[in-house]
């Protein structure tokens, strides 16, 4: 069996048949000084940091991290490109639009509605593939209608195709923006294909399926930022869910070297 390459050097992509090294420059542009302990810190050094990169022209990859981090995040990406406004296609079980979260405005369940609410997006460029489960609650979901926000669930991916519900998605996002930033939940994924989650829901989309998706998405639009959150090494066996999160960022940077 061949082992696998983690080259940081070389690559090559058999889906795109380039070199995406080659394509794009890929550079590691270190750590936010995030402290734990101090939540609301943490998401202003994380918007600074993002902010910092993206203004200096690179197209910012972040590694999470919880869901919060796509607050501030994206928030910086909204800020560097106004006035032109960004869509997100966000892939997730969970909607993450909570009002709150243990009595805090800010958590991994409720980036989204802060990001909104705040109005770095729209409610109608905002775009989310894969949501299922029991969670969140109705009141929540009558709020994203209220909004404007579009989702399709795991049972829509069912019914049609996961190829027609990601071109529905791509075309959602693009409804008036032209760029699109795309934040990958891993528990988008069944946890039987990516288990190192911190809150895994059974039923999600096949990791194949998931690769596709950044695939179409990154050929087809103008990405300004991405962010791949929620996997936790504890929980991983095998290091599946990390080799998974590690193609997806490896797919979007192949798919941005065969653009080019």
Known sequence: MAPTVWSNTSAWSIQHDVDPYAGVKVVDAGDAPVVPA????GLRVIHEKVFRVASAGPIPIV???????TYPSAA???RVQHPRSVGIVHFDAHADTGA???GSLVGHGTPMRRLIEEGWIAGPNFVQVGLRGYWPEKETFDWMREHGLRWHTMVEIEDRGSEAVIADAIAEALDGPD???LSVDIDVVDPGMAPGTGTPEPGGMLARELLRAVRQIVTRVDLVGMDVVEVSPPYDDAEITALLAHRVVMEAISSLAAKR
Request: glycine content about 10%; cysteine-free; overall charge neutral.
């Open 38 to 41: 101090r939540l609301d810190r």
């Open 63 to 69: 590694l999470g991290g919880d869901h919060s981090i």
């Open 76 to 78: 910086a990406v909204s």
């Open 100 to 102: 709150e979260q243990w």
């Open 179 to 181: 760029r699109i930033y």
